[in-house]
Nanobody, 114 residues
Framework: QVQLVESGGGLVQPGGSLRLSCLAS????????MQWYRQAPGKEREFVAY????????DYGNSVKGRFTISRDNAKNTVTLQMNSLKPEDTAKYYC???????WGQGTQVTVSS
């Protein structure tokens, strides 16, 4: 069955960095575009980043452009979100999404606080 398992979340101070990973299984990962979304308490789910199946194209939400980088390793069925210059408003649960089948992972919590 399809599984998306996120990891790498945690507590970080403002200005710090975190690296999230999503390990995929149960489908042909190299054929699927992938996305990261996030959701803060009381807010709607927000688009964070997109990467094409081959990794040659990526796109970002306005609030994270220039600070976050999405990448993938098709040999390891993994998509990664490198988050730099983190701000308190980046605090949210981050979710991995497969565009092909619209499956979602369980999410990983990121908290940015001093």
């Amino acid at each position: 069955q399809v599984q998306l398992v996120e990891s790498g979340g945690g507590l970080v101070q403002p200005g710090g960095s975190l690296r999230l990973s999503c390990l995929a299984s149960g489908f042909t990962f190299s054929g699927a575009a992938m996305q990261w979304y996030r959701q803060a308490p009381g807010k709607e789910r927000e688009f964070v980043a997109y990467i094409s199946s081959g990794g040659s194209y990526s796109d970002y939400g306005n609030s994270v452009k220039g600070r976050f980088t999405i990448s993938r390793d098709n040999a390891k069925n993994t998509v990664t979100l490198q988050m730099n210059s983190l701000k308190p408003e980046d605090t949210a649960k981050y979710y991995c999404n497969c565009v092909l089948n619209n499956y979602w992972g369980q999410g990983t919590q990121v908290t940015v606080s001093s």
